[in-house]
């Protein structure tokens, strides 16, 4: 499986980012898409995630600190999206999307930096 993500840039608080993942290989019919990001010196952390089972998408999860500003969606072409609105400061970090064939992530795509400033 292969991840492509796109969409990061600077931007200020309370402005607007739309990133965009496509998956593609053998994702399988049934499978999770997440998101997780990493700040500077610390973990990486869950954001959100949908599911695919077979050509129906269901979900979505959410961290608790994003629901309500981040929507995250997906389609039929195995690309999922998250909408990131009312951007904060603290949701400066290097954003991955991952795929999940069954319960566990096992593939990341090259991460996507997403910067709010001031």
């Known amino acids: 499986v292969q991840l492509q993500a796109s969409g990061g840039g600077s931007v200020q608080a309370g402005d607007s980012l739309k990133l965009s993942c496509v998956a593609s290989?053998?994702?399988?019919?049934?499978?999770?898409l997440g998101w997780f990001r990493q700040a500077p010196g610390k973990e990486r952390e869950f954001v959100a995630s949908i599911k695919w089972r077979v050509g129906s998408i269901f979900g979505p999860d959410y961290k608790d600190s994003v629901k309500g500003r981040f929507t995250i969606s997906g389609d039929a072409k195995n690309t999922v999206y998250l909408q990131m609105n009312s951007l904060k400061l603290e949701d400066t970090a290097v954003y991955y999307c991952a795929h999940a064939p069954a319960g566990r992530y096992m593939y990341w795509g090259q991460g996507t930096q997403v910067t709010v400033s001031s």
């Open positions: 290989g053998r994702t399988g019919s049934s499978f999770s």
